[in-house]
């Protein structure tokens, strides 16, 4: 029997709802359900970590769309990271600094976790952090680890790191703390691409490893 996923469904101004569904594989489970169930009145719908913002389209009764969303049943035992659908893949050469200390902190090799890294397919989440930033959920567990304990002042563009449950790729030059096992040259934010961002929620992502 699927366990029913607790919804809070709040308002957030006139023409927009706030789902609160208690972590990021319900908020992955939440959206696939609500795309599926093509809810009339939706203009977009934008996840976060643990809610899910619903806004309607104009002129669309707010307590009508809220009384859907309740009604939605996400299945969050369902394989988030399936292979169904197009799957965009990201070269990696993985010669990160913190490959090491990954390795160490999940008592795997160096080559178990590029092999956990890439083994997987991964669904982008969520974006933040940075435009093109995608926080990536359904890799193998063994790769959880925690943030480094100090950050560093400028990560490269195209660091591919792990921070908790997530994988991601840092956009551009910026402070960071996730731990960093590779690079890639794949541009995640390019304005001259429609849409911009090449990591959109929902996508699935599978990283390939290249040579040095």
């Not at 969303?69 to 993985?94: C, M, Q, T």
Request: proline content about 9%.
């Amino acid at each position: 029997m699927t366990e029913q996923v607790r919804l809070d469904v709040l308002p957030y101004g006139d023409r927009a709802l706030l789902v609160e569904v208690g972590d990021t594989p319900n908020v992955v489970a939440y959206v696939d359900a609500l795309r599926a169930a093509e809810v009339p009145g939706v203009a977009d719908v934008i996840p976060a970590a643990e809610t899910v913002l619903v806004v309607a389209e104009p002129g669309s009764p707010v307590g009508a769309l809220r009384s859907a969303l309740l009604g939605i049943r996400p299945d969050p035992s369902a394989d988030a990271s399936s292979d169904e659908g197009d799957v965009v893949e990201i070269p990696v050469r993985y010669d990160g600094p913190d490959l090491a200390d990954v390795a160490e902190l999940t008592g795997l090799s160096e080559r178990d976790v590029v092999d956990a890294h890439t083994g997987s397919t991964w669904r982008v989440a969520f974006g933040g952090f940075a435009p093109g930033f995608g926080y990536l959920v359904g890799g193998d567990p063994r790769l959880h680890v925690a943030r480094r304990t100090s950050a560093r002042t400028a990560v490269p563009a195209g660091a591919v790191g792990l921070a908790g449950e997530y994988t991601g790729v840092y956009p551009r030059e910026s402070p960071g703390g996730w731990q960093l096992i590779g690079t890639t040259e794949a541009p995640m934010w390019d304005l001259d691409r429609d849409p911009p961002a090449l990591l959109r929620p929902g996508a699935r992502i599978r990283f390939t490893e290249v040579g040095s």
